[in-house]
């Protein structure tokens, strides 16, 4: 089945950095486009980054030039690089795939940006 385990999260100070992981299983990795989403207390899931199969990435306007994600098909994993840290990044980070007209989610990741 499929299972997607992130790791990475943690309290930082503003301008600070974090790297986010999401171990994948269960599906042919490399075949599949994997996205990071977040959602921070009291409002909706929201898309932070994607990235295909051919390592062409999408970011939201909010993180454009903060984010980086990356894919390391050996590993099976994804990750998401989190630089100049702002409060309003403050949120649980969700990584996800879309596998045979199903979505499926991580447990998420806390991240809490905090002086």
């Known amino acids: 089945q499929v299972q997607l385990v992130e790791s990475g999260g943690g309290l930082v100070q503003p301008g600070g950095s974090l790297r986010l992981s999401c171990a994948a299983s269960g599906f042919t990795f490399s075949s599949y486009a994997m996205s990071w989403y977040r959602q921070a207390p009291g409002k909706e899931r929201e898309l932070v980054a994607s990235?295909?199969?051919?390592?062409?990435?999408n970011y939201a306007e909010s993180v454009k030039g903060r984010f980086t994600i990356s894919r390391a098909n050996a590993k099976n994993t994804v990750y998401l690089q989190l630089n100049s840290l702002k409060a309003e990044d403050t949120a649980v980070y969700y990584c996800?795939?879309?596998?045979?007209?199903?979505?499926?989610w991580g447990q998420g990741t806390q991240v809490t940006v905090s002086s």
């Open positions: 996800s795939v879309r596998y045979w007209l199903s979505t499926y």
């Open positions: 990235i295909t199969t051919t390592s062409i990435t």
